[in-house]
């Protein structure tokens, strides 16, 4: 597709539920990220893929938080036994090319909510 | 790893004033600089970007400048415009580490 698809829009759970995340990247980009932006608008990164192999995950939370790119399938981010701080809206990015030489695509985001 | 700041979190001016936003960066190695837009609701967006082979770089009605002995660049917009209100965003990567490292974000307000 032409943009960054990002689904569910807004996702409500109960502390220690799952949250499950979807990520449609740009047709013919190699390079996914994931971010997350709390309420203070700063945004943490979270993991990168190069096509389906993780390329960066140094931002991941290890004990709760996984992620894949599989081919034919949209990116997801999945967080088991979700805690209040989890509140967030996660934004999913792709580039054609590593992020430091060419521009970030941004989808709309996710907004989870853990109550 | 990289550290980001950026200054000032708000910033209210009256439409066709400029605003400036100002950003420091602490790896020496890094050398794309590029910033975005996030309005209410959405994704971020690219604006300009610059990278560590040239000082200044200019679109329209946006400018940002580098200065890599200092470590800090620069956002400029001039003749602003009530639609340039937005939250702005810093950021930066080194050659060999892809990853973005963001700065915390400036609320710009402009007020016709």
């Known amino acids: 597709g032409e943009e960054v698809a990002q689904t569910p829009k807004h996702l409500v759970r109960g502390e220690g539920q799952k949250a499950k995340l979807y990520c449609a990247p740009i047709?013919?980009?190699?390079?996914v990220f994931w971010y997350q932006q709390v309420l203070k608008n700063e945004f943490k990164f979270l993991i990168s893929?190069?096509?389906?192999?993780?390329?960066?995950e140094t931002g991941m939370p290890k004990e709760r938080f996984s992620a894949k790119c599989l081919p034919n399938s949209p990116c997801s981010l999945e967080i088991q036994a979700t805690k209040l701080e989890d509140s967030a809206v996660y934004f999913c990015?792709?580039?054609?090319?590593?992020?430091?030489?060419?521009?970030?695509?941004f989808g709309e985001g996710s907004r989870l909510t853990v109550l | 790893g990289e550290n980001v700041e950026q200054h000032p979190s708000t910033l209210s001016v009256q439409e066709g004033d400029s605003a400036v936003i100002k950003c420091t960066y602490s790896?020496?190695?890094?050398?794309?600089f590029p910033w975005y837009k996030q309005e209410l609701g959405k994704g971020p967006q690219l604006i300009i970007d610059?990278?560590?082979?040239?000082g200044e770089k200019k679109d329209q009605r946006i400018a940002v400048t580098l200065n890599k002995t200092a470590k800090h660049f620069s956002l400029h917009i001039t003749e602003t415009q009530p639609e340039d209100s937005a939250v702005y965003f810093c950021?930066?990567?080194?050659?060999?580490?892809?990853?973005?490292?963001f700065g915390k974000g400036t609320m710009l307000l402009v007020s016709p």
């Open positions: 990015a792709s580039s054609q090319t590593q992020g430091n030489t060419g521009e970030l695509f």
């Open positions: 950021a930066a990567s080194n050659s060999g580490y892809s990853t973005l490292t």
């Open positions: 790896d020496s190695a890094s050398n794309y």
């Open positions: 893929f190069q096509n389906e192999n993780v390329f960066d």
């Open positions: 610059i990278r560590s082979n040239v």
């Open positions: 047709k013919g980009h190699s390079y």
